[in-house]
């Protein structure tokens, strides 16, 4: 008689103490869970808040070689002026000090090349210039053997920073005299000189 009521409740004790597992298995499951849930909109959230700081670099160093102490297209007013001999007269007036290193890189219209330049025209020292001064360089359209010539109408021109690349800041156009330049495919100028006669010069 004793031993057939125990087992009921033998039976009862390990019911609930199978249901009291089970419900702590799913309680650590579900925590687990909203943890995890928790983490991955942790990090959503901090990849979509980076900036992408890797296009930007790019873009920047697309633009052009460090300014340093090189004019450049917001350092100086470019203006092109009619000289002898079909030439033309580039003067690059500074509005702060700034150094005229090298040559202007020209672009005719939509050219993909620059022109080239005269080797002889380089100066002992890049110009520098004070606020007022100017730098000179001569233009020289076309020669005997530059093959056939054709109507330039738009002129762009690049600076040089001190290792030589274009300087940042883009490309200054300079209106040509009266609107139009006969150029053919020896088109160059001169260095940037500190003197005019010196840039029409050969």
């Given at each position: 008689m004793?031993?057939?009521?125990?087992?009921?409740?033998?039976?009862?004790?390990?019911?609930?103490?199978?249901t009291?597992?089970?419900?702590?298995?799913g309680g650590?499951g579900s925590s687990?869970?909203?943890?995890?849930s928790?983490?991955?909109?942790s990090?959503?959230a901090?990849?979509?808040?980076?900036p992408?700081?890797?296009a930007e670099?790019?873009?920047?160093?697309?633009?052009g070689?460090?300014k340093?102490?090189a004019?450049?297209?917001?350092?100086?007013?470019?203006q092109?002026?009619p000289?002898?001999?079909?030439?033309?007269l580039l003067?690059?007036?500074?509005s702060?000090?700034?150094t005229?290193?090298g040559?202007?890189?020209l672009?005719?219209?939509?050219?993909?090349?620059t022109a080239d330049?005269?080797a002889?025209?380089?100066?002992a020292?890049?110009?520098?210039?004070?606020p007022?001064?100017?730098?000179?360089?001569?233009v020289?359209p076309?020669?005997?053997?530059?093959g056939t010539?054709?109507?330039?109408?738009e002129?762009?021109?690049?600076?040089?920073?001190?290792n030589?690349?274009?300087?940042e800041?883009?490309?200054?156009k300079?209106a040509?005299?009266?609107?139009?330049?006969?150029?053919?495919?020896?088109?160059r100028?001169?260095?940037?000189?500190?003197?005019e006669a010196?840039?029409?010069?050969g």
């Open positions: 004793t031993d057939r009521r125990l087992l009921p409740l033998a039976a009862a004790v390990l019911t609930a103490v199978a009291l597992t089970l419900t702590g298995c650590g687990d869970a909203k943890d995890s928790a983490a991955n909109a990090d959503s901090d990849s979509s808040d980076a992408d700081v890797g670099g790019e873009d920047s160093a697309a633009s070689a460090a340093g102490d004019c450049a297209p917001s350092d100086v007013k470019l092109a002026r000289a002898p001999s079909g030439r033309v003067v690059a007036t500074a702060k000090a700034c005229a290193y040559f202007p890189f672009r005719f219209d939509k050219d993909q090349a330049m005269v002889a025209s380089k100066p020292a890049p110009v520098r210039l004070a007022g001064k100017a730098a000179y360089a001569g020289v076309t020669s005997a053997d530059g010539p054709r109507e330039a109408t002129l762009s021109v690049s600076f040089q920073a001190k030589g690349d274009p300087v800041g883009g490309e200054l300079a040509l005299p009266g609107g139009k330049l006969k150029i053919d495919d020896s088109v100028t001169t260095y940037w000189v500190g003197e010196a840039a029409l010069k």
